[in-house]
C-alpha cells in the first residue's frame, strides 16, 4: 500500500514490470520488493527445504526471502535479491523453486513431513539399497534442492574488470562515510567512497532523522554533492566492496543502473580492484529477528526494513502492524508509522523496563509467541506478564536489536569481539592492516556517534597518511543511548526459525547439539545453518546464541564461524570478465601468420601461440596426404617452417661462457665463436628441464634457444641462475624471442632457396654443419644458423621480427618453384620422429638426461644446475624406463602413443607393465609405422618384441624394440 | 598482496612469481645430505619466512621477500643478487 | 544407535527425542596403545580401520580444535582413482573401492556420488598423456574411456565448443570418480572410531612428542601428558610443526588453495569437469551450488584463505569452458592448507624415530585419499609393514630419487605443482 507524501521515490515516473506473469506497476527510485509491497504482493518466494511461502523480509542485499529469477532466456539471472533490484520498464521477474506455481507448490508437502527431515536426516538414510542412491534418492534431492535456475545459454551480461588506486578506501556512504571521506579529501588524501546502494546516505535515507537542521536523507544528498565536487574524491555508488585481501587490496562490484538510456550496450557491471593506503569500514549495521514460533509467516519483517520501505519508498508494508522489539529502535518504528497514518496494533517490548511515548497499545515484558495466517499473518499470539493475547495485525515489525556488519574487517581471518552491553559482536581491532571501522558498524548506534566516528576515523587515517586535517564541525544530529535486553529466541508451539533461507530452526540447532554437534563449526555444518544465500547475515548471531544455550556455554565462548569473502555474492562473469572466448588467454601470432592462413594451412595452439598443422594442396582430403607429402618434400627438395615460437634468450657479457656452462649439461666454453651446439638443461631435481641449441654469436655473446612449450621456464631459470646462484659472474640473459622472426630451410634444396634471398651467397658455401653467423637479405642484418631438426641439411635464418612476412613469403615461394614449399607442425614431427629426435613429448618432465640416452652429455668436468640431483642412485638405475624405438612387426601395424608396453606374452596389468609410447607416426619416408617410447631398461633390448596395449583404443600391437632414429642414422644427410 | 620491488616500487602480486625459501645453494656437485636439504626439506615456518620471488612480469628480478606466511604482511624485501653480494 | 530410514520415521513420530551423540567427547586417558595425532579425515579413518581391521582400539585421536576442522572440512569433495603412476595408482584405486562401500560400512550416509569425472584435453600432446593416464588406470584395473571432441559434447553439450581459446580436443573420463559429502565422510568415521572404542579428545592440542632413546613414549598436550607405544602424525597443513616437535625436519611446504561455492542453483552440471588450460574444475553439489577451484596460490602460507589474482583466474577459466555459469553467483570463497611434497604425492612411512608414523604430503589429493590413507596408515602401526597398496609412499624417496611420483610433470621440487 502506497502512503502519499512519503517515500523518495519520483512519482512521476512511473514504470511497468511483471512478476510470475502478472503486470504492475511502481514509480522510479523503487526496488521490485518495494513495487510489489506497494502492490500488495507479499509472497515472493519459497525456502529451500520446506518450501514455505516467504515475503520479503529485509531491504537490502540480506534478503533471505525475496529471491527471484529476472529476464528471459540467455539474460536469465537466477537468485536476484527483489529488495535491491532496481525497478525499471519492462522488468520480468520470476519466483523461483516452486511448482507448479508461487501459491500452490507441490513439494510444500516437504512441511509436513518436517518431523522427519530434521537437521542432517540424510546422513541417517538413503543407504539401502545402495545402488538407489545415485539412482533415485540423489536425483530426487537434486531436483528438490537448489533455488533459481541458470538458463543454461552462454551468460549474455558483459562485465569488465579494473583496478582503483587511492589514500583511503571508505566503504559504506551512510553517516559515518560520508564524514570519514569529507575529513580525509579536506586533508588533501585521494578518497574513493564505496556505497553498496544506489544513492549515499545509509540508514538516513531509510529514517525521519534530522541532520544539521535538515532532513537526513537531503542532508546526504548535499554531502554527496559536495564530495562530488572535490577532484580527490571518488564517489562509487552501486558499488559494494566484496572483500579485504592482502596489501590494503580489495575487491569491489559495481552494478550498473538498470535501463541507462542511449547506453543499451554498456557492461552490466564492473568488479573493480582497488588498492588503498588506508580504508575505513563504515558499513554499518543489519538489523536481527528473533526466533519466535512461526516468525517465517510472509508479513514478518524487521523494524528498520518497515521504516525503510515507509520512509524511503512510501510503502505500507501493510494494514496493521505489530511491533516487537527488545531495543529502543523499535519504537520509532511505532513513531514513523503512526505519523503515516499506518495502524499499529501494538508495541510489544522484551524488555519489562520499557517505557512508550506513543499512542498505542504497549507490552513491556511481553513477546510475541506466534503467528497465525493461510498465506501470510493475519494474527499474532504474544504472552504477557498477564497470559496469552492473540492480536489481529496483518504485519510483524520486529527488532532483536543490531549487528555491526563486521564482515570486512574479518576477512583476513580475525575474529569478531562480543560486545556485553551492545549484545553483539564489534569488529576486531587491526585485523586488516590499515583499517579503521566507524559508525554503526563500529557498535555506534546513534546519528550523532556514527557522525562523530566517522569524522573522527576519517581524520585518524588522513593522519596516517601524513596528512593534516583542517578541522571539519561536526554536523548536529540526535544522539541517544542504546538499551537492549537480549533476546534470542521465544519458546512456543511451533517451528521457529532462525536461518529461513535454508529452513533452519532452534529445534535443528538443539538437535545438532544433542547429536554433540556442539562446535559453531558442527552445528553450521550439521544444520546447514548460515551457509544460504545471506551467508547466515540476519541469522549466525542468533543461531549461535541458540547453541551457546544449548551447551550452557556463552555467547563468546561458543565463537562464530568464518568470515569469508564475498561480502554479497558476485557474478562469476563479473569476477571473471573476459575470460568467455578467444580473450581467455592472449593469442601470440608469429610474422609468417597470415601468409600461412592465406595458403589455407589450419592452426593448431601452441602454448599461447598457434602454428600451421599442414598447408594442404589441391587434391588432398585428408591431413595425412598433406603431411606424408611435406615429410617426402623435405627429404627429397626443400621445405620452409616458421620456428619463430622457440624461445630465444641472448646471453652477453665477460662471464657469458662460464654462465652457459653452468646453465648446460655440456660444455658451452668450448665452443668456438661462429659454431652452434645441441645442450641439455636440467632443472636442480636433476631431471630434465629443456633442450635446444646454443650459437656463439661472439666471444662474449651467445643466443640460447629453448623449446615453445618452456621458454618463460627457461628464462626465470635463467634469471635465478644468474642473479641468486651466480650473482658475481658478469653475464646477462635477454628474451629476444620477440625481436626475431627465424625460419627453418631444410631439405637437399635447401641452398638453392637461401642462394636466392641472401645478399651474399659466400656466406652460406663457408658455413660448416652446426655453423652460424651474420648475413644480410635485402640489406636486412639477419643471422643464419646451419641446424638441423629433420636430419637433411638444414639451416635456420632468422630476420628482425618486422621482416619476418616478407622473408616467410620469399622462402616459401622460392621452395615452391624448386619442388618443395612450406611445412607444417605434423610434417615436422615426423620428421624428428624418424630421426629419433626428441621433444617434449619425450622430455615430458619426469625423465633425465640417463632416461634419454643423453647421460653422456653430462660433463663431468665442471659444475651444472642439476648435477648433484642427477647422480642420485634412484635417477642412474638401469632398471629405469628409457628411451627406445619402436616399430610393428606383427598382424597389427598401429602404434599409438599412451599405449603402455608389456613383455610379448605377459598380461596387460599394472604388475607388469614395462614402459608406454610417447610419440608414433607413419613414417612415409620408410613406408611403415614408427614410434617412441620409454622402456624398462630399453637400450639393453633392442631386438627385442613388446606388445604395446591401449586398453582405451582396443590395440595391441607387436612391436620390435630398436634404437630410436630410422633415417640416416649416420648423419650424413646433415652434414652434407 | 602488494610487493615493493626495489625497482619499481609497489606492485601487485599478479606481477611476481615465487619460488619458496631463501636457501643458500650448497657446496659441492656431490649429491650430499646438504643437497636433499636444499631440494626438498623445509623448516616449513607458520610465521616469518624468507623467500625468493620472481619479478617476471615487470623487471625481471630475483627478490629475498621476508614475509608472515601466517599474516602474509611483507616486512622487507631486498634483491637477492644484492643478498648474495653481488 | 543405528541409522535407517525406519529409525527416521520412528523418532519422527516420537518427537526427534532419542537421538543420540554421534561420538563420544572423550577425557584423555594417562596411556594408550596409539596416539593419533589430528582429528581430520585421515586420522578418524585410520582409527576407525585400527579398531576395525586391526582391533587396536585403545587408541586415542588428539583434534587441537573440533573433529573435521581442516581440509576435510574445506575441499572440493572430489573423489577419483585417475592416475598414472605407480604408487598413486594402485593407492588410490584402492581407495576408490574402500568408498564405494563406505556407506555401508560406516552406516553414514556420506554421499558417495559416482557421477564421473571427466579431463578435458586441448591438444595431441595432452591427449596422448591422458591415453598414458587412462591406460594406467585400466592396467590397475580401474575404469577410464577415452572421448573424442564428440563424446565430451553428448556428455557436457554445454561447454563452448564453438569458440573457445584452447579448443576441447576430447577427455579422459572416469565414470567411477565423482564427490561425497565431505563433513559426513570425517562424522562417519568419527562416529565407527567411536562406537568402536577409540578415544576422540577435542580441544587438544599436542605440544610435545616424547622421545626416549630413539623410541616414541607418548605426547605432551594441552590437556597434560599422554603416555602411547605408538604415535601417528596425521596432521596435513601443519605437518612441519608437529614434525618438528620430534626433530624432524619435513619435505613439506604449506600452500594455499582456493575453492569457490556460488549460490543453490537447480541441476545444470552432472559430472565433475576439469579444464587443464585453465587450472579449473567444477562440479555441482546436491544443495546445488556450483563448487569449483583451481591452482594454488603459489606462496607459502598458512593463512587458510587466498588474494584475488588466483580468485579471477579460477573464474575467467570458468567462463572460457563454461560460459553458462557467468549468471551463477560466488557466495563463498575459502582456502586451505597444502602440504606439498616436492613431486606432489604423499607420504605415509614410519618416522626415523621408532614407533613414530608419518602421514603427510597430501597435495591436493587427501580427500579422495581419506579411506584409502586410513586403511595403509592403520596397517603400518598395526604391523610395522606398509599395506601393499601404499609401498611406494616412501619419505626417503627424494633422498634417493628412486619411485619419483611426479604425477603431473612439472618437477619434484618445490613449488612446481
Redesign the interface.
Given at each position: 500500500m502506497r502512503i502519499d507524501g512519503k517515500g523518495r521515490i519520483d512519482r512521476t515516473r512511473r514504470v511497468s514490470f511483471s512478476f510470475d506473469g502478472h503486470r504492475h506497476t511502481g514509480f522510479s527510485g523503487d526496488t521490485l520488493a518495494s513495487a510489489l509491497l506497494a502492490d500488495g504482493v507479499r509472497v515472493m518466494g519459497r525456502s529451500f527445504k520446506y518450501h514455505r511461502p516467504r515475503g520479503a523480509m529485509t531491504a537490502g542485499s540480506e534478503e533471505p526471502n525475496a529471491l527471484v529469477t529476472l529476464g528471459l532466456g540467455a539474460a536469465q539471472v537466477p537468485n536476484c535479491r527483489a529488495t535491491t533490484t532496481e525497478l525499471h520498464e519492462g522488468l520480468v521477474a520470476r519466483s523461483q523453486n516452486r511448482w507448479p506455481s508461487l501459491g500452490f507448490d507441490v513439494l510444500a508437502v516437504n512441511d509436513l513431513m518436517a518431523p522427519f527431515f530434521g537437521a542432517g536426516f540424510y546422513y541417517k538414510t538413503f543407504m539401502w539399497p545402495r545402488a538407489f542412491w545415485e539412482k533415485v534418492y540423489e536425483p530426487a534431492i537434486r531436483r528438490a534442492a537448489g533455488l533459481g535456475a541458470l538458463s543454461g545459454q552462454p551468460a549474455e551480461d558483459r562485465y569488465e574488470r579494473a583496478y582503483a588506486h587511492c589514500d583511503l578506501l571508505v566503504i559504506g556512504g551512510g553517516p559515518a562515510g560520508l564524514m570519514a571521506a569529507l575529513a580525509a579529501a579536506e586533508a588533501g588524501a585521494d578518497v574513493i567512497l564505496a556505497e553498496e546502494d544506489v544513492a549515499l546516505g545509509g540508514r538516513l535515507l531509510a529514517e525521519t532523522e534530522e541532520v544539521d537542521g535538515q532532513d537526513g536523507g537531503d542532508w546526504a544528498a548535499e554531502m554527496a554533492a559536495r564530495l562530488g565536487a572535490m577532484p580527490n574524491v571518488r564517489i562509487m555508488t552501486r558499488t559494494a566492496v566484496t572483500g579485504a585481501y592482502d596489501g590494503g587490496t580489495f575487491g569491489a562490484l559495481e552494478r550498473t543502473a538498470p535501463d541507462i538510456e542511449g547506453r543499451p550496450h554498456a557492461p552490466a557491471g564492473c568488479f573493480w580492484r582497488i588498492a588503498a593506503r588506508r580504508a575505513v569500514l563504515a558499513a554499518g549495521a543489519l538489523e536481527r529477528p528473533v526466533a519466535f514460533p512461526n516468525n517465517d509467516r510472509p508479513g514478518v519483517m524487521m523494524a528498520g526494513a518497515v521504516r525503510a520501505y515507509l520512509n524511503r519508498w512510501g510503502v505500507a508494508a501493510g494494514r496493521s502492524v505489530l511491533v516487537f522489539g527488545n531495543n529502543d529502535s523499535a519504537h520509532r518504528t511505532v513513531a514513523d508509522l503512526q505519523e503515516a497514518g499506518v495502524h499499529v496494533a501494538a508495541l510489544v517490548d522484551a524488555r519489562a523496563h520499557a517505557t512508550c511515548g506513543h499512542d498505542v497499545a504497549f507490552y513491556p515484558g511481553a513477546q510475541v509467541t506466534g503467528t497465525a495466517g493461510r498465506r501470510g499473518v493475519e494474527a499474532v499470539c504474544i504472552a504477557t506478564a498477564r497470559g496469552e493475547e492473540r492480536i489481529a495485525a496483518d504485519t510483524v515489525a520486529v527488532s532483536g536489536g543490531w549487528n555491526p556488519t563486521v564482515h570486512l574487517a574479518c576477512h583476513t581471518g580475525a575474529r569478531p569481539v562480543w560486545d556485553d552491553r551492545l549484545a553483539a559482536f564489534l569488529p576486531p581491532e587491526g585485523a586488516v592492516p590499515g583499517m579503521r571501522v566507524a559508525g554503526a558498524a563500529a557498535g555506534h548506534f546513534s546519528t550523532r556517534a556514527c557522525l562523530k566516528s566517522g569524522l573522527a576515523e576519517g581524520r585518524h587515517a588522513a593522519k596516517d597518511l601524513g596528512l593534516k586535517a583542517p578541522a571539519t564541525d561536526l554536523p548536529p544530529a540526535s544522539d541517544g543511548s542504546f538499551d537492549i535486553l537480549p533476546l534470542w529466541q521465544v519458546e512456543g508451539r511451533g517451528r521457529a526459525w532462525l536461518d529461513f533461507q535454508n529452513d533452519v530452526t532452534v529445534k535443528d540447532v538443539e538437535l545438532a547439539a544433542r547429536e554433540n554437534f556442539r562446535s559453531v563449526e558442527h552445528m553450521k555444518r550439521y544444520t546447514t545453518q548460515g551457509m544460504a544465500p545471506d551467508q547466515g547475515k540476519n541469522s549466525n548471531v542468533g543461531a549461535l546464541a541458540v547453541l551457546a544455550e544449548a551447551t550452557g556455554r556463552s555467547i563468546p565462548a561458543t565463537g562464530t564461524t568464518t568470515f569469508r569473502p564475498p561480502f554479497v555474492p558476485v557474478p562469476i562473469a563479473a569476477m571473471g570478465a573476459g575470460g568467455k572466448g578467444k580473450t581467455f588467454a592472449p593469442e601470440r601470432f608469429t610474422t609468417s601468420h597470415a601468409g600461412t592462413i592465406r595458403r589455407g594451412a589450419p592452426m593448431i595452439e601452441a602454448g599461447l601461440w598457434y602454428r600451421p598443422s599442414y598447408f594442404p594442396r589441391k587434391g588432398e582430403t585428408h591431413w595425412r596426404q598433406s603431411c606424408d607429402r611435406e615429410v617426402m618434400m623435405v627429404r627429397e627438395a626443400v621445405g620452409v617452417c616458421d620456428v619463430s615460437t622457440l624461445g630465444k634468450i641472448d646471453v652477453q657479457g665477460p662471464d657469458a661462457a662460464q654462465f652457459l656452462d653452468f646453465l648446460y649439461t655440456n660444455a658451452m666454453s668450448k665452443l668456438a665463436p661462429g659454431r652452434v651446439r645441441y645442450g641439455l638443461m636440467l632443472r636442480e631435481d636433476g631431471h630434465v628441464m629443456d633442450d635446444g641449441t646454443c650459437a656463439r654469436l661472439a666471444e662474449d655473446h651467445f643466443l640460447v634457444t629453448t623449446t615453445t612449450a618452456a621458454a618463460g621456464a627457461v628464462m626465470r631459470h635463467a634469471d635465478f641462475a644468474g642473479q641468486v646462484l651466480r650473482p658475481g659472474w658478469d653475464a646477462r640473459a635477454v628474451s629476444v624471442t620477440e625481436q626475431w622472426a627465424q625460419f627453418a630451410v631444410a631439405g637437399p634444396r635447401a641452398r638453392d632457396v637461401l642462394a636466392d634471398v641472401l645478399d651474399d651467397q659466400g656466406a652460406l658455401d663457408d658455413l660448416p654443419f652446426m655453423g652460424c653467423g651474420p648475413v644480410a637479405v635485402g640489406g636486412v642484418a639477419a643471422r643464419l644458423f646451419r641446424i638441423s631438426f629433420s636430419g637433411e641439411t638444414g639451416y635456420e635464418i632468422a630476420v628482425p621480427a618486422r621482416f619476418g612476412a616478407s622473408l616467410f613469403e620469399a622462402l616459401v615461394t622460392r621452395a615452391e618453384s624448386l619442388g618443395g614449399g612450406a611445412y607444417g607442425m605434423e610434417a615436422l614431427n615426423v620428421l624428428r620422429i624418424e630421426k629419433g629426435f626428441i621433444t617434449h613429448a619425450e622430455i615430458h618432465g619426469r625423465v633425465t638426461a640417463f632416461d634419454v640416452g643423453m647421460q653422456g652429455m653430462m660433463s663431468r668436468k665442471k659444475d651444472f644446475i642439476g648435477k648433484p640431483a642427477a647422480s642420485r642412485e634412484g635417477l642412474m638405475d638401469e632398471g629405469r624406463e628409457q628411451l627406445v624405438g619402436l616399430k610393428p612387426v606383427g598382424a597389427v601395424k598401429e602404434l599409438l602413443p599412451g599405449s603402455h608396453l608389456f613383455n610379448e606374452a605377459a598380461e596387460p596389468v599394472a604388475a607388469n607393465d614395462q614402459g608406454y609410447i610417447t610419440s608414433a607416426c607413419y613414417s612415409p619416408t620408410l613406408g611403415h609405422v614408427i614410434g617412441l617410447g620409454f622402456l624398462a631398461r630399453g637400450r639393453a633390448r633392442i631386438g627385442e618384441r613388446v606388445r604395446a596395449v591401449d586398453h582405451l583404443r582396443g590395440s595391441a600391437t607387436i612391436c620390435e624394440v630398436c634404437a630410436p632414429g630410422w633415417v640416416d642414422p649416420e648423419g650424413g644427410r646433415m652434414r652434407g | 598482496?602488494?610487493?615493493p620491488c626495489p625497482l619499481c616500487g609497489m606492485r601487485?602480486?599478479?606481477e611476481f612469481?615465487?619460488?619458496?625459501?631463501a636457501l643458500p645453494?650448497?657446496e659441492?656437485?656431490?649429491?650430499?645430505?646438504a643437497?636433499?636439504?636444499y631440494?626438498?626439506?623445509?623448516?616449513?615456518?607458520?610465521g616469518e619466512?624468507r623467500?625468493?620471488w620472481?619479478h617476471?612480469q615487470g623487471c625481471?628480478?630475483?627478490l629475498v621477500v621476508t614475509?608472515d606466511?601466517?599474516?602474509?604482511?611483507?616486512a622487507d624485501v631486498v634483491?637477492?643478487?644484492a643478498e648474495?653480494?653481488? | 544407535m543405528r541409522f535407517s530410514a525406519l529409525r527416521i520415521l520412528k523418532e519422527g513420530l516420537t518427537g526427534n527425542k532419542g537421538w543420540q551423540a554421534h561420538w563420544r567427547d572423550a577425557e584423555p586417558k594417562p596411556a594408550y596403545d596409539v596416539i593419533i595425532i589430528g582429528g581430520g579425515g585421515h586420522g578418524l579413518a585410520t582409527a576407525h580401520y585400527l579398531a576395525k581391521r586391526h582391533g587396536i582400539t585403545n587408541v586415542a585421536v588428539l583434534e587441537k580444535g573440533y573433529l573435521g576442522g581442516g581440509n576435510i572440512g574445506r575441499n572440493t569433495t572430489i573423489v577419483r582413482a585417475n592416475y598414472g603412476l605407480p604408487g598413486n595408482s594402485e593407492f588410490y584405486s584402492h581407495s576408490l573401492k574402500l568408498w564405494e562401500g563406505l556407506e555401508q560400512d560406516l552406516n553414514y550416509n556420506v554421499m558417495m556420488s559416482q557421477r564421473g569425472v571427466l579431463n578435458l584435453c586441448h591438444s595431441d600432446g595432452q591427449r596422448d598423456a591422458f591415453a598414458r593416464r587412462g591406460n594406467a588406470m585400466r592396467n590397475q584395473g580401474d575404469d577410464a574411456e577415452l572421448l573424442d571432441r564428440e563424446g565430451v559434447r553428448k556428455l557436457v553439450p554445454f561447454l563452448d565448443f564453438d569458440n573457445a581459446r584452447f579448443p576441447v580436443y576430447g577427455g579422459l573420463y572416469h565414470a567411477r570418480g565423482g564427490t561425497a559429502r565431505h563433513d559426513a565422510v570425517a562424522w562417519g568415521f568419527a562416529r565407527s572410531a567411536s562406537d568402536r572404542g577409540v578415544d576422540l579428545i577435542q580441544n587438544c592440542a599436542v605440544t610435545g612428542i616424547d622421545i626416549e632413546g630413539g623410541r616414541v613414549r607418548g605426547v605432551q598436550t594441552s590437556r597434560g601428558a599422554i603416555k602411547a607405544k605408538k604415535v601417528a602424525i596425521v596432521v596435513a597443513g601443519r605437518s612441519s610443526q608437529v614434525a618438528a616437535m620430534a626433530g624432524l625436519r619435513l619435505p613439506i611446504e604449506s600452500h594455499v588453495l582456493q575453492a569457490f561455492v556460488t549460490e543453490g542453483l537447480k541441476p545444470c552440471l552432472d559430472h565433475v569437469v576439469t579444464f587443464g588450460m585453465g587450472h579449473f574444475y567444477i562440479s555441482q553439489s546436491d544443495k546445488g551450488g556450483l563448487v569449483f577451484g583451481g591452482d594454488l596460490d603459489f606462496y607459502p602460507s598458512y593463512a587458510a584463505r587466498g588474494n584475488l589474482p588466483m580468485a579471477e583466474h579460477v573464474m575467467e577459466a570458468g567462463m572460457a569452458m563454461v560460459p553458462m555459469i557467468g549468471q551463477a553467483r560466488v557466495l563463498r570463497s575459502w582456502g586451505g592448507i597444502m602440504d606439498m611434497s616436492p613431486d606432489g604425492s604423499p607420504v605415509i612411512d614410519r618416522a626415523p624415530v621408532d614407533g613414530l608414523y608419518l602421514n603427510c604430503g597430501w597435495c591436493y589429493g587427501g580427500f579422495k585419499a581419506v579411506p584409502g590413507s586410513g586403511d595403509a596408515l592403520a596397517h603400518l602401526i598395526a604391523t610395522d609393514n606398509p599395506h601393499p597398496a601404499a609401498t611406494r609412499l616412501r619419505l626417503d624417496r627424494f633422498a634417493t630419487g628412486a619411485g619419483l611420483m611426479d604425477e603431473e610433470a612439472t618437477g619434484s621440487q618445490h613449488n612446481l605443482h
Open positions: - | 598482496m602488494r610487493i601487485d602480486l599478479r612469481s615465487v619460488r619458496g625459501a645453494e650448497p659441492g656437485a656431490a649429491w650430499s645430505a643437497w636433499d636439504d631440494l626438498h626439506n623445509r623448516d616449513n615456518p607458520a619466512s623467500e625468493f620472481y617476471g625481471g628480478a630475483w614475509r606466511t601466517v599474516t602474509h604482511e611483507i634483491l637477492a643478487g648474495a653480494g653481488a | -
